[in-house]
């Protein structure tokens, strides 16, 4: 295939930070990129039509979650998630690889995929990876995730070495039918391979050159977040970028935290998502220009300011401090909303403040800047 799906069109000096175009066969969308987590089409507590003040314009959905509690024929009877949710944006679809971490879905997994269970009827649900292509397919997402084999951080190297080795034969599977299912599609829906090893870099190396000789769309790192130190992370991302060829979108899966995002886009990654900033603020951590505000504290009680006198979001033009604490004290679902609303607005403004510090050649100084602030 000759056909580049991601162009870059602007890079960092000093850093490997850079910005780029992914084209999609619904649009265009820029990157580095941060996806709020839609798992099940919509982002907790926040409407669809909403995200786009929030200047969200790409979400990741579960295929795999969708497919246990929905008729996903119907999804594309209708043309698509994107159509099905009203959301205007690009729409990122998982495998459920991750599920294997979920102590209530996940049985075992063989060569042929994943037994998984039910937790609404408790039945039997085997996964295959050509089984879940034809899923995400269904879904018309405009970028698919392969099916992987995710190992936890505390298991043994041996458990880990099996998981890739899960992983690329999987990855096979998925790029063949993959490929199959759109031989003659002009519109083709674009297909990560996802990266596992842990923090062995001998077998993430394995499994990055086998991924590579496949040719995917774009390169996704998997099984991060899950205790590993900023330190392994980083040498990791560092080993994708030193075999990766340019003009392939790295996805940095499962990092939601600001400061760990922006060392990320330092070191060359280009789309990041996580359930965290928005966990976060409904637990009533909240991000700020001034680093973080544990809203609960007793001192806010009466704190008549906005969360972030310098932040432009609806929450800060019109509500205090003083009330969304009282609304998440009390457990109020609109105060979830606002303090979630608030996260993402502050998150999608950092992406983009971002591009413009790699535009003007600055992203060094405004990453110190961050890491001051969050005294990281």
């Not at 162009?7 to 619904?26: F, N, V």
């Not at 939601?256 to 996580?274: H, K, Q, T, W």
């Not at 704190?303 to 457990?331: G, H, Q």
Request: net charge positive; proline share 3%; glycine share 6%.
């Amino acid at each position: 295939r000759l056909k580049i799906m991601f162009k870059i069109i602007y890079k960092d000096k000093k850093t490997k930070a850079r910005i780029g175009i992914l084209e999609t066969k619904k649009g265009n969308v820029e990157t580095p990129l941060f996806l709020p987590v839609a798992t099940k089409t919509a982002v907790k507590f926040i409407d669809n039509l909403r995200l786009k003040e929030l200047n969200v314009n790409a979400l990741i959905s579960n295929a795999f979650i969708l497919s246990l509690i929905f008729d996903v024929n119907f999804i594309k009877r209708i043309n698509g998630i994107g159509r099905f949710m009203n959301f205007h944006g690009i729409n990122f679809t998982d495998s459920g690889g991750f599920q294997m971490y979920s102590k209530s879905l996940y049985l075992s997994s063989n060569d042929k995929g994943i037994l998984f269970k039910n937790p609404i009827n408790g039945e039997k649900i085997f996964m295959s990876p050509e089984e879940n292509m034809k899923l995400q397919l269904k879904l018309n997402s405009e970028v698919a995730m392969c099916l992987d084999s995710m190992p936890l951080y505390e298991n043994s190297k041996k458990e880990i070495q099996e998981a890739v080795r899960k992983t690329i034969l999987w990855a096979k599977k998925c790029k063949e039918v993959h490929d199959k299912l759109q031989k003659n599609k002009k519109k083709r829906q674009l297909l990560f391979g996802i990266t596992q090893g842990g923090i062995y870099k001998d077998l993430r190396e394995k499994c990055i050159k086998e991924l590579l000789s496949l040719d995917f769309d774009g390169y996704s790192i998997g099984g991060f977040g899950l205790g590993e130190t900023r330190n392994e992370e980083f040498k990791i991302i560092n080993l994708h970028k030193k075999l990766i060829q340019e003009n392939k979108p790295i996805y940095l899966m499962g990092i939601g935290d600001p400061v760990e995002i922006l060392e990320a886009i330092a070191r060359g990654c280009d789309i990041f998502d996580s359930r965290m900033p928005t966990k976060n603020a409904r637990h009533g951590t909240l991000f700020t220009s001034k680093g973080k505000l544990k809203i609960l504290n007793k001192k806010y009680e009466k704190d008549r300011n906005p969360i972030d006198k310098k932040c432009n979001c609806f929450v800060c033009k019109n509500y205090s401090i003083a009330y969304i604490r009282f609304l998440l004290k009390e457990e109020e679902p609109v105060g979830k909303e606002l303090a979630s609303s608030h996260n993402l607005y502050y998150l999608q403004n950092l992406i983009i403040e971002s591009k413009n510090a790699i535009r003007k050649k600055q992203f060094k100084k405004f990453l110190g800047k961050i890491k001051i602030i969050y005294k990281n």
